[in-house]
């Protein structure tokens, strides 16, 4: 393995996949619905396989889809107040993944250095050191750690340290808002600050916005490119999998000013040249159906908040009632939960991993049959022990499927 590879070596996703491989336990772990999306996005795909226009089956457009990022500038240039060329500011990408990925390769020079924010989706810190980048941390603080209930709201950023990180090697920053894996979703006076450093300091902000529609009123979701003089600096990211509830059609894109799209275009180009048609074609069709539905009762991006709200709740109050200590998110899909009460009960002694919470959760998939993910992979190794304490859980599953895990933790607890 190249060696600037090494900091990818452990992977979360794969190596607690394979774990529920073996323990088959109730999955609450990795973010994605048990049960079938909206028929009307996922026949989309079924339409286009059937129309036998022999386009849908060949190479299209390199940067995207023609149909595809004409929907998308039409949506975000209204949502973001400003025309969004559908050519040049827009990328499709495979995933999130990849936007995140060719923002990061295009500009990141050996010896930069990008900070990322701690928590974080775990891929930021490999794919800023794979660039040659050094990440430099800041965690986000629990303001409140004796209220007896915790929200994600109450961990917050510290200015004057945030300002302490930037430097003349600084390239960019890394915000995520709504935020996994903690569902903060961050308020205007933060992404403001946030603003005016990078700003200040003439650096780049990539905001990774995947769960931009989940989010839980009263929270509402600021998109920072519509701060002032922002678009300027910000590539802005999303997911179809996020978004119409389907990861697994792994589509994603970038959007932000041209002179920034164009450096993420030549990675793209040489790495994965073009996204599949089929699935860029039926994301068009979503997006162009729920554009024409999106301020009535019909929007799946206004329902999906409403309809994952309840899991949220019934999910944070099995945690409380069988005596965890969950963080309500305002955001995302995702809850973290305190699990260190039950640690005199249980003998982790076979656990051999370094950190408690991959100790505790990898038990609790074998023992209970509940998988989770633990909370320290979404910091960096210096980092890592303050997060011990907790695991994350995922709310977007069937009634039953939550059902079935108040069953198994009442019963265990
Ligand atoms: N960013 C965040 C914060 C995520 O949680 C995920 C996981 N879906 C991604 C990016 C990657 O998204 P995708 O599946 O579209 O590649
Ligand atoms: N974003 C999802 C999660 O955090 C899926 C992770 C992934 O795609 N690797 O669970």
């Known amino acids: 393995l190249a060696s600037r590879y090494e900091s990818g070596q452990f992977n979360v996703w794969i190596e ?15 973010g994605f619905p048990d049960y079938e999306p909206p028929s009307r996005f996922s026949n989309f795909l079924a339409e286009v396989a059937a129309e036998k226009n ?13 149909r595809l990022v004409n929907a998308l500038s039409k949506l975000y240039s209204s949502l973001i107040n400003r025309e969004i060329d559908p050519l040049n500011e827009i990328l499709i990408t495979v995933g999130a993944y990849e936007a995140l990925f060719c923002t990061i390769q295009s500009n990141i020079e050996v010896g930069d250095e990008a900070i990322i924010i701690e928590p974080f989706f775990d891929c930021y810190e490999p794919l800023v050191r794979i660039a040659g980048g050094t990440p430099r941390f800041i965690a986000l603080k629990n303001t409140k750690p004796n209220s007896s209930e915790s929200h994600s709201s109450d961990w917050k950023l510290d200015p004057e340290e945030l300002a302490s990180l930037f430097n003349s090697k600084t390239k960019l920053i890394i915000i995520n808002t709504p935020h996994n894996p903690l569902g903060k979703v961050f308020d205007y006076d933060e992404l403001t600050m946030i603003a005016d450093l990078a700003k200040k300091h003439n650096v780049l902000v990539i905001s990774d916005e995947v769960y931009e529609w989940l989010v839980y009123e009263p929270a509402k979701h600021i998109r920072i490119a519509t701060l002032p003089d922002m678009w300027e600096r910000t590539i802005t990211i999303g997911s179809a999998g996020k978004t119409f509830s389907m990861t697994g059609w792994k589509l994603g894109w970038a959007y932000g000013p041209a002179n920034l799209i164009k450096n993420l275009m030549v990675v793209h180009q040489t790495a994965i040249y073009t996204c599949a048609t089929p699935v860029q074609e039926s994301t068009a069709r979503g997006f162009e159906y729920e554009i024409s539905v999106l301020n009535t009762p019909e929007s799946y991006f206004q329902n999906l908040s409403k309809e994952l709200k309840p899991k949220m709740h019934f999910l944070s109050n099995v945690l409380k009632e069988t005596g965890f200590k969950p963080i309500i998110p305002d955001g995302g899909y995702f809850i973290i939960s305190n699990w260190t009460m039950f640690e005199n009960k249980i003998d982790l002694s076979l656990e051999l991993d370094k950190y408690k919470d991959l100790q505790f959760t990898k038990w609790l998939s074998k023992n209970v049959k509940l998988q989770s993910i633990p909370f320290s992979i979404f910091f960096s190794e210096k980092s890592k022990p303050m997060a011990e304490e907790y695991m994350r859980l995922c709310f977007f599953k069937k009634d039953e499927t939550l059902k079935e895990a108040e069953k198994i933790l009442t019963s265990w607890t």
């Open 16 to 30: 607690y996949n394979n774990l529920a491989m073996i323990t088959k336990p109730l999955n609450l772990g990795q």
């Open 54 to 66: 022999l386009y849908f089956h060949q190479y299209t457009r390199g940067m995207g889809h023609v």
